[in-house]
């Protein structure tokens, strides 16, 4: 990508972000009811953003090939072992993040 | 009350509530800035971008984004999706951003998911201005997103050690995010729709393009979802 390219690239993603911010605040400026439609995907929709965003990591792994993804797998494993015992966010990504780093650094 | 001991009254009551954010930004912040860094951006790219994009998980997707094919709409469409959870803070806000002037914009600016929580939950004293105590919040998470992720990109040009694998703090922050979505979750059903259409439309269309499919079938079949729901 060039310079120009990149500085769109950018401009679009603050541009969608502000959107997501501020559109709310201009569709309900006052006592405005929000949709019973939109309540719902408030409810519901970031767990299905999150199953995608995790998929979207993995996106470049391949099983047939290379690693195989065992490194991430582990890790991943790792995480979420790590969770569920102390529930740190900061001490799971950090777990799973040094086991990641051994695993390519010195086994894979 | 004086406008300096509004400032201070606000301050002190703000600043215990951003640290544990301080811990989580700089760790978050600063390998962020060491990945922009060993993807080969300059120092000036984490600092441009933690200050004018502020949503965390998104600036790590931008990363690839930005390594990529210049493919501007998908840009603009994944941001859409991944921030859209803020459509649903911008509405629980509506009623407490209210009456607080010309913060307001910075206040919707700045509404991460860790200022949204503190501002939506905190127990703001009487003797505290509301206005200003959601501002600080609000500009301190902001600065230490920025530092962290200046300094990040500074230290990281200086740093000897071995990066390979860094990267997986994405991978990891995500897992981690879902994780606390499900158990905060009592039907898992749109975290089955999310993993199952994503995994489907990434074996069908591809790495490259198989984002756009996957966000209009989940709006698809938790819509599907809702209208069953509601026949039932």
Known sequence: ?108 | MKKREIHRKAIQCAFPYTIPIFAGFWFLGITYGILMDASGFSCWYPMFMSLTIFAGSMEFVAVNLLMGHFFPLQAFFMALMINARHIFYGISMLEKYRGTGWKKFYLIFGMCDESFSINYTADIPQDVDRGWFMFYVTLFNHFYWFSGATLGGIFGSMIQFNTEGLDFVMTAMFVVIFMEQWLKDQDHSSAFIGLAVSLICLLVFKAKYFIIPSMIMILLMITLKKYKGEKQ
């Open chain 1, 1 to 108: 990508m060039t310079l120009s390219q990149q500085m769109i690239t950018i401009g679009c993603i603050v541009l969608a972000t502000m959107l997501t911010r501020f559109l709310p605040f201009l569709l309900y400026p006052e006592h405005k009811k929000v949709p019973d439609y939109i309540v719902y995907l408030g409810q519901v929709l970031p767990g299905a953003i999150f199953g995608m965003l995790v998929i979207y990591c993995l996106k470049d792994v391949r099983l047939l090939t290379g690693s195989h993804g065992i490194p991430e797998f582990i890790s991943i494993g790792v995480v979420v072992i790590l969770h569920l015992w102390k529930r740190q966010m900061l001490i799971s990504i950090a777990g799973g993040v040094i086991c990641f780093m051994v695993l390519v650094q010195m086994f894979f």
